[in-house]
């Protein structure tokens, strides 16, 4: 079993910083691309950023320039670094990871949330 455990959310005014954290733990072989996903409240969720193994990055346009996606291989980690926040950052932020477990399985596990909240 695979399990993906999400940090650092909260709240912060407009124009603060945060920094979520991901983790990935469990029976893995290896970690192909990672990345986070928010959910505003009463709209569907949407890809925020992603990271492939090799450490290319992709963004959604609205947060290009403002966030920072990294990850540590070695430790199974995913990192958004958030700044200049806004108040339409507000969501929910899930991780994803695509795993390949040691039955050689390649699957996609989500993390269960955390929140951010951008007052204006």
């Known amino acids: 079993q695979v399990q993906l455990v999400e940090s650092g959310g909260g709240s912060v005014q407009a124009g603060g910083s945060l920094r979520l954290s991901c983790a990935a733990s469990g029976s893995i072989l290896s970690v192909n691309t990672m990345g986070w996903y928010r959910q505003p409240p009463g709209k569907q969720r949407e890809l925020v950023a992603d990271?492939?193994?090799?450490?290319?990055?992709n963004y959604q346009d609205s947060v290009k320039g403002r966030f920072t996606i990294s990850r540590d291989n070695a430790k199974n980690t995913v990192t958004l670094q958030m700044n200049s926040l806004q108040p339409e950052d507000t969501a929910v932020y899930y991780c994803?990871?695509?795993?390949?477990?040691?039955?050689?399985?390649?699957?996609?596990?989500w993390g269960k949330g955390t929140l951010v909240t951008v007052s204006s």
């Open positions: 994803k990871a695509g795993v390949v477990d040691r039955f050689s399985q390649s699957i996609y596990y």
């Open positions: 990271i492939t193994s090799s450490g290319s990055p």
